[in-house]
């Protein structure tokens, strides 16, 4: 079946460093969404991704849709303390059947 | 909008009892996803239900079951619950299938 893998599993950055997480499905996927989830918190949506090599941008946070719509990324220019927590991509395969989440990536940023 | 709100928000059961969890959607959002997370598995996937019908379940035992009632509400279901199902419960809410999901706070489970 469909699986969603991210990497790095953790990460801990200074204050004021960029910050990368990346996304990678075995099938190819019709759309990918990425969430954040503060600690003690739910998972909130981010953003969603349609088109291959598409790119977003939402303030710091660049979000990136691979050509072959397999794999994703979200990078966080100069992390703020508000920018903890654990991030998932999540994305449905072009069959329709299962929307899929990742393991996430928790990011820690010391001050 | 109101947000998804879920009920109980901390349930503590006991081994072998069985337990029922409720989701209200957003309204106007037919389909409903539920969630089990874990600090070592991340986000499982339980089951989605849309206009009352379960349309994809995840990879869980038959103890886990849920149904979703005429006004998009819905409920899961546990039985002979396990220590292992101690996890916290999240149901999303989103338009259908593949659009952005909207998470309630979730249910905090505990089987002692």
């Known amino acids: 079946g469909q699986q969603v893998m991210q990497i790095p599993q953790y990460q801990h950055v200074q204050e004021g460093e960029d910050f990368t997480t990346y996304c990678n499905s075995s099938t190819t996927l019709s759309n990918i969404q990425w969430y954040k989830q503060r600690p003690g918190g739910h998972p909130v949506f981010l953003i969603q991704l349609v088109k291959s090599g598409e790119v977003k941008k939402q303030k710091r946070l660049t979000f990136q849709f691979g050509e072959a719509k397999k794999n994703s990324s979200l990078h966080i220019t100069a992390t703020q303390t508000t920018d903890v927590g654990t991030y998932f991509c999540a994305g449905k395969d072009n069959y329709g059947q299962n929307f899929v989440f990742g393991p996430g990536t928790r990011l820690s940023v010391l001050p | 909008k109101a947000g998804v709100t879920q009920t109980p928000r901390y349930l503590i059961k006991t081994r072998g009892q069985q337990v029922t969890l409720s989701c209200s959607p957003i309204?106007?959002?037919?389909?409903v996803s539920w969630y089990q997370q874990t600090p070592g598995q991340g986000l499982q996937f339980l089951f989605e239900y849309f206009s009352e019908t379960q349309r994809n379940k995840g990879n869980f035992p038959g103890r886990f079951s849920g149904r979703q009632f005429s006004n998009s509400r819905s409920e899961m279901n546990v039985s002979t619950l396990e220590l292992g199902d101690s996890a916290l419960y999240l149901c999303a809410s989103s338009f259908d299938r593949g659009h952005e999901q909207y998470f309630g706070p979730g249910t905090r489970l505990t089987v002692t």
């Open positions: 309204s106007g959002h037919r389909s």
